[in-house]
């Protein structure tokens, strides 16, 4: 059975730090998603990762993969408050169902 | 990418009753998924809807309390039967392109059973 953990789970940090969350998963997929979900709002796709290696950039955030670790990061560079939110690793073990880490929930103080 | 929408937006309903939400998407998909988010937790999917053949249950989820049907490529329907307070959740109804491997979700359903 697949299973996905991310952490951690809570993380408050001021901004203009940098931190990264981590998502593990248990068995071999081929797709790895983060998403981002705001408070009472539905989820945001930020990135798709499907290969060994990949690096995806979009403004402050970077994920990347590491398939033989099974093993994806989110870096947040220069954090700004505007980032804060929860955000979800999934993972496709095939047939395009997804698997969901169980979230870490962001705070960024000014 | 795909637009989602999904009727109701939200409802409070009555413990015992059913509920039916409907997902519509703006272009023809293969494969549609509903997804519960219980308050405060990640996601699980409940089930796959097959265009022309029977949803496809995950473990823990049966057909006789969440039927599902997929009449055609851009629309869906979860019902949520006899419901109990446990049932107060987000539902969402999710899907994949076939051409990028994106996989959006729509605004989701907040039901709340009293």
């Known amino acids: 059975e697949l299973k996905v953990e991310q952490n951690p789970l809570f993380l408050s940090m001021q901004e203009g730090k940098n931190y990264t969350i981590y998502c593990n998963y248990s068995?071999?997929?081929?797709?790895l998603y983060w998403y981002r979900q705001d408070p009472g709002k539905s989820l945001e796709s930020l990135f798709v990762?499907?290969?060994?290696?990949a690096v995806k950039q979009e403004g402050r955030l970077m994920a990347s993969l590491d398939t033989k670790a099974r093993l994806s990061t989110l870096h947040i560079t220069a954090a700004v408050h505007d980032l804060s939110a929860t955000y979800f690793c999934?993972?496709?073990?095939?047939?395009?169902?997804?698997?969901f880490g169980q979230g870490t929930r962001l705070t960024i103080n000014p | 990418s795909a637009v989602i929408s999904q009727k109701p937006s939200r409802d409070i309903c009555q413990r015992g009753t059913s509920l039916t939400i409907q997902c519509q998407v703006d272009?023809?998909?293969?494969?549609m998924f509903w997804y519960r988010q219980q308050p405060g937790q990640s996601l699980t999917l409940i089930a796959t809807?097959?265009?022309?053949?029977?949803?496809?249950?995950e473990s823990g989820f049966v057909i006789d309390k969440f039927p599902i049907s997929r009449p055609n490529l851009t629309f869906s329907t979860l019902t949520v039967s006899n419901m109990s307070p446990e049932d107060s959740s987000i539902y969402l109804c999710?899907?994949?392109?076939?051409?990028?491997?994106?996989?959006?979700f729509g605004p989701g359903t907040r039901l709340t059973v009293t």
């Open positions: 999710s899907v994949v392109s076939d051409s990028s491997y994106e996989q959006y």
């Open positions: 068995t071999t997929s081929d797709r």
């Open positions: 990762l499907l290969s060994n290696g």
């Open positions: 999934a993972v496709g073990p095939g047939a395009q169902k997804l698997v």
């Open positions: 272009s023809q998909v293969t494969m």
């Open positions: 809807a097959n265009q022309g053949s029977e949803a496809t249950y």
